[in-house]
C-alpha cells in the first residue's frame, strides 16, 4: 500500500493572511509543518501543493518537494485531487499546511484505519479530540464533529453540536482535527461531485462526502498541539514551541 502526504498551501488566508509564511522559532509555519510530517517517516513521499510561487520557493530552495495548482481551487482536497490524479497511490493523507505541531502517534492512528479495513468500507479517516472548554465548544473557528457507536462521522459543524438542551445527558464534545486520510478514489470522486449548500453554508469541506454518502471514520487522539488560523493562534504556538 503506498502512502503518501499532500500539504495543501495558499498564500492568502481570509482570517490570517500570509501565516504560512509567518516566522515559526527561525523557519516559516509551512516549512514547519513540511518538516513535521516527513519526520514521522510514515510516508513514501511528501507534497506540498500550492497556489504560490512565494510558498512553491521557501519548499524547494530548502530541499522538500512542492507541486503548483494548475488553476484556482475552493478547497484543499480539490488541490490535492488535482495533483494525485495521475500518481499511483492508495493512500493520500491530507495535513493542513498550518499545523506545525503534526506528529507519528496520531497520524499513525489514522493510517491504521485502512490497514484494518480490508472489505475498503472506509472512504476517510480523520482526527478528534475532546474539549471541554465552552468558550471553544462555542467557537465557529472550531470545528465540531458527531460520530456514531463505531465513531463514523454524523455531521461536521462550526455551532456547538450536540447543543446542550438537557446538560445532565453525558454530552462530550469533539474538535476536529484538520488531518484527513483519503483512498484516492473518494479524493477523485470529490473533486468531480459539486459543492452543495449545507458545506457551502459551514464553509466545512468534509460535509460534501457526507452529503454524498462517503464513510469517515473518526479516531480520537488527545495530542492537540496548536492550528495557527490566527496571530494569537501564532502566539501560543511560539510559545509552546519554546
Known amino acids: 500500500m503506498k502512502i503518501i502526504s499532500m500539504i ?6 481570509s482570517r490570517f493572511p500570509g501565516k504560512l509564511m509567518q516566522n515559526l522559532a ?18 513514501d513521499d511528501v507534497y506540498v501543493v500550492t497556489d504560490s510561487a512565494v510558498i512553491f520557493d521557501e519548499i524547494t530552495s530548502n530541499g522538500g518537494k512542492a507541486i503548483m495548482s494548475k488553476k484556482e481551487h475552493e478547497s484543499g482536497s480539490d488541490r ?21 505541531f503534526t506528529e507519528r502517534e496520531s497520524l499513525g492512528k489514522v493510517l491504521e484505519v485502512f490497514k484494518e479495513d480490508h472489505e475498503k468500507n472506509i472512504d476517510l479517516a480523520s482526527l478528534m479530540v475532546e474539549i471541554h472548554d465552552w468558550d471553544e465548544i462555542s467557537n465557529p473557528n ?12 454524523l455531521y461536521f459543524s462550526r ?11 453525558g454530552a462530550r464534545y469533539f474538535k476536529h ?10 479524493l477523485l470522486d470529490f473533486y468531480e461531485l459539486p459543492m452543495q449548500f449545507i458545506e457551502a453554508t459551514e464553509k466545512i469541506e468534509c460535509i460534501r462526502y457526507l ?32
Request: proline share 5%; net charge neutral; aromatic share 8%.
Open 8 to 13: 495543501p498551501a495558499r498564500y492568502s488566508a
Open 26 to 43: 527561525g523557519k516559516s509555519v509551512i516549512l514547519r509543518t513540511y518538516e513535521a510530517t516527513v519526520a514521522t517517516q510514515l510516508f
Open 80 to 100: 490535492i485531487a488535482e495533483a494525485v490524479a495521475d500518481l499511483d497511490v492508495d493512500i493520500v493523507v491530507n495535513v493542513q499546511g498550518d499545523e506545525p
Open 142 to 153: 472550531t470545528v465540531k464533529v458527531i460520530v456514531d457507536q463505531q465513531n463514523f462521522a
Open 159 to 169: 455551532s456547538p453540536i450536540p447543543y446542550p438542551r438537557d446538560k445532565q445527558a
Open 177 to 186: 482535527k484538520g488531518i484527513y486520510a483519503f483512498r484516492k478514489q473518494a
Open 211 to 242: 452529503e454524498y454518502g462517503k464513510r469517515i471514520k473518526m479516531v480520537e487522539t488527545t495530542i492537540e498541539g496548536v492550528e495557527i488560523d490566527t496571530p494569537e493562534d501564532l502566539e501560543r504556538a511560539k510559545k509552546l514551541w519554546k
